[in-house]
């Protein structure tokens, strides 16, 4: 028996976490008393919405407003907040409290959970990451409960901010309005509040780290004083990405001016961001619209963070390569540095896998399910990359139909590489190369 649990991984036991979470979180939402109404939900359906929570993906079969009770609503909450900030955060959160050192395996455990972070600044990195957290979903909190005691009485206004706040940072894409936020639709007070939550969310714990410390060294006037590569990265790829979302929803949409602006803006940052909050009837859009909200799910957000998709960081180093085959180089280069050619190989990988993994499960869902093929690609993107935006094919999806979008959830929220890893295990390092010999291609 120890000799197995030896030859367990740290990948495995993150994989095994966030199992657990999940189907403890499902069996709490199946009691009565997580319902409205008293009565149990299907079991497939608890799970769904457990699974859709921890993964913050904000897709679900039922509307979390009026069919949960405030039980099953806080538990709903907790279960995204675990999930953005990753179970493995909560765990080290508890063993700092009891007083208690952190194991080898934890540590490493804790490692592969938090893209970027190294055993060495891991201790400074959760400090971080927690005051980050306390900060903007705590100002969210604030600025939403202030707006909305307009509206509703002072009770229904802190839970509205506090579970709105929270979604929002840890990119849920959740909401307790049926219509999500489309009676908000131009509102800049709550555009502005929710869209800045989930930019800060989107680009990582890293990125806001790593901000914070040059902002620190500027005034201190400490050299060097300058973002990462890693962040330089991300913030670019994510502003040239917002931005195209943006200017391509704003031209395809027949609306008026000013509900184009609102909507335009705030669908590009929820695909980007992974958040999965819409402000208009997705399924009202226009193929053009559909198709970049697409590829910005795809993408996704920056690592070390609560967002999906396969990282913008990831997109951008494969934009770089094929650049550089282009222009015939054999360096991928980027602000003065370059990139690792084990990075290259990882991003063409999850990029690869991502896609076969699209591929195989839109080809099943075309049997099981009477839906257009769009409405399929669009949900299944979704899911993958954890956004939560549907064209309201969801709560009508057949149980094989649910379970595939479970896993496709699951592996979303882990990655790609990250599961093949769980399952076949840590690649060994080989100390022999074989001839080379060509292969033409293309």
Known sequence: MNRQLEKVTPIQVLVMGYVVVIVVGSLILQLPAASSDGNSQEYIDALFTATSAVSTTGLIVVD?????????????????????????????????????????????????????????????????????????????????????????????????????????????????????????????????????????????????????????????????????????LGLLATVILVGMGILVIFLSEDLPLRERLFVSAFQSVSASTTTGFNSIDIGGLSATSLVVIIVLMAIGASPGGSGGGIKVTTFGVVVLSVWA?????????????????????????????????????????????????????????SALGTVGLSMGITSGLTGMGKFLVIVTMVIGRIGPLALAFSLLGEPESVQYKYAEEEVFIG
């Open 64 to 232: 979390t407003g009026t069919f949960y009770s405030g039980v099953g609503q806080a538990v709903i909450l907790l279960l995204f907040q675990i999930g953005g900030l990753g179970y493995m955060a909560f765990v080290v959160l508890m063993v700092y409290a009891l007083g208690r050192k952190l194991s080898l395996v934890s540590a490493v455990t804790l490692k592969e959970s938090l893209s970027g972070v190294t055993l060495g600044n891991m201790k400074k990195y959760l400090k971080a990451v927690f005051m980050f957290t306390f900060v903007f979903e705590g100002l969210g909190a604030l600025f939403l409960t202030g707006y909305w005691l307009n509206h509703f009485s002072l009770s229904e206004s802190v839970w509205l901010g506090v579970f709105h706040s929270v979604s929002a940072f840890c990119t849920a894409g959740f909401s307790l309005f049926s219509d999500s936020l489309i009676l908000y639709q131009t509102s800049l007070f709550v555009t502005v509040v929710l869209c800045t939550l989930s930019i800060a969310g989107g680009v990582g714990f890293i990125i806001l780290t790593d901000i914070r410390d040059v902002i620190t060294r500027r005034m201190k006037n400490i050299r060097p004083c300058q973002l990462s590569i890693h962040s330089k």
């Open 325 to 381: 085959v282009v222009r015939g180089r054999e360096d991928v280069n980027v602000f003065g540095r370059r990139i690792l050619p084990d990075t290259i190989r990882k991003s063409f990988s999850i990029g690869f896998m991502g896609i076969l993994w699209v591929v195989a499960v839109v080809m099943v869902l075309t049997v099981t399910e009477k839906v257009v093929f769009l409405n399929i690609l669009f949900e299944v993107v």
